[in-house]
């Protein structure tokens, strides 16, 4: 499988370097050359099929020859030892969820993914690989527990001081061994403004490679296209699906399962008030901004960096985008009353981010009547007890695998916003100089 620079077509990369790149050197999206398309008997099966077995046949196709067969084996059962589960919520609609792994979202499934990937490629080449994270909160810790003691990679991330939770720090900086969790004294734009500067112009040598994991990173993407195979096979009811988006991943990856043959009807995207896409999807003008704070706050992003992907799943023609896409968004107040109300209607306790997915398809299927579908739940509500408790009037469980982090002693560099002052940290630690 060959993969095509978004911003110059004609600059092709295979898997191995587009996963070790992250992103070209003009900031171009790698994206794959084909959507590799599975076969009938592969549809057929899927019912039967478990996540890590569904990972590992359409993953092959994306790998191609870069990892061979029994490596990308085992990068899958490492990566995905954790359920994926689907509920019945009522007559018209399930949820997916994909909160049960390590950090208790969705990240997991991307950033472990990746993380096997890099494993194995920085073994084999003898560089040590040095991976830059910006970070406002979320993907952080995902980042980091998945690459806590791979060898041969050190991972750097960077948030802004005092602007993540307690408990996303301490998923960053309590960590220690080959995670280094950098403080800066500035906003997420500065950290992502450093990491971006230093990949683009920093000389390292041939012992050290740079690089990126953000989740423009197509080893990211990849992976969670595999759970919409697994929802649909094992849906009982129709294949609506809506995703909760902000820089438009997860919902891309969806499309290329779609592509790939996967039996899907019709995709919503669902946002919070940062409506850049719906408002694209209705008006056809495409008006980037500044990003707002809200309580599905992982969703808080004004330019999605995944947008050009999911439309060139379309041939970028808007009139399939919207004939295969809705839109729809939802402020804070529309979001604690639907979970004030899911719950009493149905028991089921939504994080914000989910019940902006459970909104946005019960929108949909209200135009729909004849439809039914599933939405993505991609947090786990004890993630966010400070909103979810007091609307539903109960505790929430915090899951088994964060409890720790509640407490811990972190450990970060604090550090002035600025590319040179990561320049000379990574220069001095690694004697680049
Ligand atoms: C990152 C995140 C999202 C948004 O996903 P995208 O792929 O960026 O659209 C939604 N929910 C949660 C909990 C997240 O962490």
Same mark, same amino acid.
């Given at each position: 499988?060959?993969?095509?620079?978004?911003?110059?077509?004609?600059?092709?990369? /295979?898997?191995?370097?587009?996963?070790?790149?992250?992103? $070209?050197?003009?900031?171009?999206?790698?994206?794959?050359?084909?959507?590799?398309?599975?076969?009938?008997?592969?549809?057929?099966?899927?019912? *039967?099929?478990?996540?890590?077995?569904?990972?590992?046949?359409?993953?092959?196709?994306?790998?191609?020859?870069?990892?061979?067969?029994?490596?990308? *084996?085992?990068?899958?059962?490492?990566?995905?030892?954790?359920?994926?589960?689907?509920?019945?919520?009522?007559?018209?609609?399930?949820?997916?969820?994909?909160?049960?792994?390590?950090?208790?979202?969705?990240?997991?499934?991307?950033?472990?993914?990746?993380?096997?990937?890099?494993?194995?490629?920085?073994?084999?080449?003898?560089?040590?690989?040095?991976?830059?994270?910006?970070?406002?909160?979320?993907?952080? /810790?995902?980042?980091?527990?998945?690459?806590?003691?791979?060898?041969?990679?050190?991972?750097?991330?960077?948030?802004?001081?005092?602007?993540?939770?307690?408990?996303? *720090?301490?998923?960053?900086?309590?960590?220690?061994?080959?995670?280094?969790?950098?403080?800066?004294?500035?906003?997420?734009?500065?950290?992502?403004?450093?990491?971006?500067?230093?990949?683009?112009?920093?000389?390292?040598?041939?012992?050290?490679?740079?690089?990126?994991?953000?989740?423009?990173?197509?080893?990211?993407?990849?992976?969670?296209?595999?759970?919409?195979?697994?929802?649909?096979?094992?849906?009982?009811?129709?294949?609506?699906?809506?995703?909760? $988006?902000?820089?438009?991943?997860?919902?891309?990856?969806?499309?290329?399962?779609?592509?790939?043959?996967?039996?899907?009807?019709?995709?919503?995207?669902?946002?919070?008030?940062?409506?850049?896409?719906?408002?694209?999807?209705?008006?056809?003008?495409?008006?980037?901004?500044?990003?707002?704070?809200?309580?599905?706050?992982?969703?808080?992003?004004?330019?999605?960096?995944?947008?050009?992907?999911?439309?060139?799943?379309?041939?970028?023609?808007?009139?399939?985008?919207?004939?295969?896409?809705? /839109?729809?968004?939802?402020?804070?107040?529309?979001?604690?009353?639907?979970?004030?109300?899911?719950?009493?209607?149905?028991?089921?306790?939504?994080?914000?981010?989910?019940?902006?997915?459970?909104?946005?398809?019960?929108?949909?299927?209200?135009?729909?009547?004849?439809?039914?579908?599933?939405?993505?739940?991609?947090?786990?509500?004890?993630?966010?007890?400070?909103?979810? *408790?007091?609307?539903?009037?109960?505790?929430?469980?915090?899951?088994?695998?964060?409890?720790?982090?509640?407490?811990?002693?972190?450990?970060?560099?604090?550090?002035?916003?600025?590319?040179?002052?990561?320049?000379?940290?990574?220069? $001095?630690?690694? $004697?680049?100089?």
């Amino acid at each position: 499988m060959r993969y095509y620079n978004l911003k110059d077509p004609r600059l092709k990369v /295979g898997f191995r370097d587009a996963v070790m790149r992250g992103i $070209s050197s003009d900031m171009g999206l790698f994206m794959p050359e084909t959507i590799p398309v599975m076969e009938p008997q592969f549809f057929e099966r899927l019912p *039967e099929l478990s996540l890590t077995e569904i990972a590992i046949e359409v993953g092959a196709r994306y790998v191609g020859n870069d990892i061979p067969s029994a490596e990308l *084996e085992r990068i899958c059962v490492e990566a995905f030892d954790f359920p994926v589960v689907m509920r019945e919520i009522d007559s018209r609609k399930q949820v997916l969820e994909l909160f049960h792994g390590p950090t208790a979202a969705f990240k997991d499934f991307g950033a472990r993914f990746m993380a096997g990937c890099f494993s194995y490629f920085a073994s084999h080449d003898g560089m040590r690989t040095v991976v830059l994270v910006a970070t406002s909160g979320d993907t952080g /810790g995902a980042i980091a527990s998945s690459f806590l003691g791979v060898e041969g990679v050190d991972v750097i991330i960077l948030y802004p001081s005092g602007k993540v939770s307690t408990l996303q *720090e301490n998923q960053m900086a309590t960590l220690g061994h080959n995670i280094t969790a950098i403080e800066v004294e500035g906003t997420f734009d500065d950290c992502q403004g450093m990491v971006k500067d230093v990949l683009t112009t920093m000389e390292t040598g041939n012992r050290i490679r740079l690089t990126s994991a953000n989740s423009i990173n197509i080893a990211r993407l990849i992976p969670q296209s595999f759970y919409y195979h697994y929802a649909v096979g094992h849906a009982g009811c129709g294949k609506v699906i809506s995703v909760p $988006s902000g820089n438009f991943g997860n919902i891309t990856a969806a499309a290329m399962a779609w592509r790939s043959g996967l039996d899907i009807d019709h995709l919503v995207a669902a946002t919070n008030i940062n409506k850049v896409v719906p408002e694209y999807l209705s008006s056809g003008v495409y008006a980037a901004s500044v990003s707002l704070q809200t309580i599905a706050s992982a969703m808080d992003v004004g330019n999605p960096g995944n947008f050009p992907r999911l439309t060139r799943l379309f041939e970028d023609d808007f009139r399939r985008i919207t004939s295969g896409i809705s /839109g729809y968004w939802f402020d804070d107040t529309r979001i604690r009353e639907h979970i004030r109300q899911e719950f009493r209607r149905t028991g089921y306790i939504l994080d914000p981010h989910g019940a902006v997915a459970s909104l946005g398809l019960e929108r949909y299927l209200e135009e729909h009547p004849e439809k039914s579908g599933i939405f993505v739940e991609t947090a786990h509500p004890g993630k966010f007890t400070g909103t979810v *408790e007091p609307l539903i009037e109960t505790n929430v469980e915090i899951p088994e695998s964060l409890r720790g982090f509640l407490e811990g002693q972190k450990e970060s560099v604090i550090m002035k916003s600025g590319s040179d002052q990561l320049a000379d940290f990574l220069a $001095s630690r690694y $004697s680049t100089g």
